[in-house]
């Protein structure tokens, strides 16, 4: 008897994920385990194994396609066993692609009849998944006008960039518009490349935006005396072992975990205009660069883990991060985020908020400076920027500013942080 694969559900908040590379073609065989097909959420790349052994029969969906999870994506069994029965509802063989015009003038020939064919009505209603919407939100297209392949007749993001990329005319109250005029190549069309975001890219730039156009964000950037830290740091890379890996970026956190529980306001999700959630824990996002663009895990708890644990916890967060294999549950909950680009030689920025928090700290590099010492004398010393962008609604700046001198105080005197 013939096996459905489904589409796994890589966390609880993920819906539909979308085909990567299928590594397997109908007729191969295949045991358990053997990796069939590649996939991604909007926050990580996984890799799907057969849960079945025997010869693929059929494939249900495409590369690029998004699938709801726990759909089956495609059959195995025994060759030429019928698996038509395991086809999810409106889907077809992946295989079954539609016939080439047989010469270029042919399709110039029925480019006219075409473009009459698909004329259609705006504003008809259709299912349509959440990921299509907003990308015909954000491109500006009527997506009742997509052709639906998805699950049940739904528009999915796939039939979107379809209208996208194939506009249908749209008819007026009686007659039909002409069709546009083709466009003129581009004589310079070799000198660019026209690149689509990556599944990643595009939850970034939805978030980045929404922050901005829903939030009132202020940024203060202070500094404080590093030689503390720099100097416990030195003395923890000699002592080799496993504290030798613990970074200024460690440090930061587990100061930044201390002080916030005195900042309830900055440790908060908004809910909307009219109301705020203080969390009792520091669930701390941290802001980590891959191949792939910006990831943000969640150090749960972090108040109450030791230097080493939040250490141990950021690298490893870090390397499925970049690996590609973290859990989208891994992705979320966060209550504050730090982002550090100090060691990019960075001295001051405005980070944005990740919404729902209220908060963002930027830790920024170290610079030589100069003061007067008690006895007159002129000192150098290194300082280290920190910027604050916080959520104005929920933060007035005296709050905001407290909280950077508290932790400026606890970064400087680190050695008594850590004895309490």
């Known amino acids: 008897?013939?096996?459905?694969?489904?589409?796994?559900?890589?966390?609880?908040?993920?819906?539909?994920?979308?085909?990567?590379?299928?590594?397997?073609?109908?007729?191969?065989?295949?045991?358990?385990?053997?990796?069939?097909?590649?996939?991604?959420?909007?926050?990580?790349?996984?890799?799907?194994?057969?849960?079945?052994?025997?010869?693929?029969?059929?494939?249900?969906?495409?590369?690029?396609?998004?699938?709801?999870?726990?759909?089956?994506?495609?059959?195995?069994?025994?060759?030429?066993?019928?698996?038509?029965?395991?086809?999810?509802?409106?889907?077809?063989?992946?295989?079954?692609?539609?016939?080439?015009?047989?010469?270029?003038?042919?399709?110039?020939?029925?480019?006219?009849?075409?473009?009459?064919?698909?004329?259609?009505?705006?504003?008809?209603?259709?299912?349509?998944?959440?990921?299509?919407?907003?990308?015909?939100?954000?491109?500006?297209?009527?997506?009742s006008l997509a052709t639906p392949t998805g699950p049940n007749g739904r528009i999915i993001e796939r039939?979107?960039?379809?209208?996208?990329?194939?506009?249908?005319?749209?008819?007026?109250?009686?007659?039909?518009?002409p069709a546009p005029a083709a466009a003129p190549v581009a004589a310079a069309e070799a000198e660019y490349t026209d690149v689509k975001f990556s599944g990643i890219r595009r939850a970034i730039s939805k978030s980045m935006h929404t922050s901005l156009s829903t939030m009132a964000q202020l940024t203060h950037t202070t500094s404080f005396d590093a030689t503390t830290i720099l100097a416990y740091r030195k003395m923890l890379k000699a002592a080799e072992g496993e504290y030798a890996g613990i970074t200024l970026g460690d440090i930061i956190l587990y100061a930044v975990s201390r002080t916030l529980l005195n900042h309830p306001d900055l440790n908060a999700h908004m809910l909307d205009d009219?109301?705020?959630?203080?969390?009792?824990?520091?669930?701390?996002?941290?802001?980590?660069?891959?191949?792939?663009?910006?990831?943000?895990?969640?150090?749960?708890?972090?108040?109450?883990?030791?230097?080493?644990?939040?250490?141990?916890?950021?690298?490893e967060l870090a390397a499925q991060c970049r690996e590609g294999n973290i859990s989208p549950d891994k992705l979320t909950g966060g209550t504050f985020t730090v982002s550090n680009l100090g060691n990019m030689g960075v001295e001051s920025f405005t980070p944005v908020i990740n919404p729902p928090q209220t908060g963002i700290l930027g830790v920024c590099c170290t610079t030589e400076r100069v003061r007067k010492a008690a006895d007159g004398s002129l000192q150098v010393y290194s300082a280290m920027g920190l910027s604050l962008t916080y959520d104005h609604r929920a933060v007035d700046g005296s709050p905001a500013a407290r909280f950077q001198k508290e932790l400026a105080h606890n970064l400087e005197n680190f050695t008594a942080l850590l004895a309490k």
């Open 1 to 143: 008897m013939a096996n459905a694969v489904i589409m796994p559900k890589a966390g609880i908040t993920v819906e539909s994920c979308i085909i990567g590379t299928w590594e397997k073609k109908v007729g191969d065989a295949v045991k358990v385990g053997d990796i069939l097909f590649t996939y991604e959420t909007d926050k990580a790349s996984f890799e799907c194994e057969s849960t079945a052994e025997g010869t693929l029969l059929e494939i249900f969906y495409n590369e690029g396609d998004e699938v709801p999870c726990l759909v089956n994506v495609c059959a195995v069994g025994n060759a030429g066993e019928d698996c038509s029965a395991l086809r999810p509802d409106s889907a077809a063989p992946a295989e079954a692609a539609p016939a080439q015009a047989p010469a270029a003038e042919e399709k110039k020939e029925e480019a006219a009849p075409v473009a009459a064919a698909t004329t259609a009505v705006a504003g008809e209603k259709s299912a349509i998944s959440p990921r299509a919407r907003k990308l015909a939100e954000r491109a500006g297209v009527d997506a």
């Open 159 to 177: 039939d979107v960039r379809t209208l996208m990329e194939n506009p249908v005319v749209v008819a007026k109250a009686e007659e039909a518009a």
């Open 274 to 315: 009219n109301n705020i959630r203080l969390f009792k824990h520091v669930n701390l996002g941290v802001a980590v660069d891959t191949p792939r663009g910006l990831m943000v895990p969640t150090i749960f708890h972090a108040d109450e883990m030791s230097l080493l644990e939040i250490s141990k916890a950021v690298k």
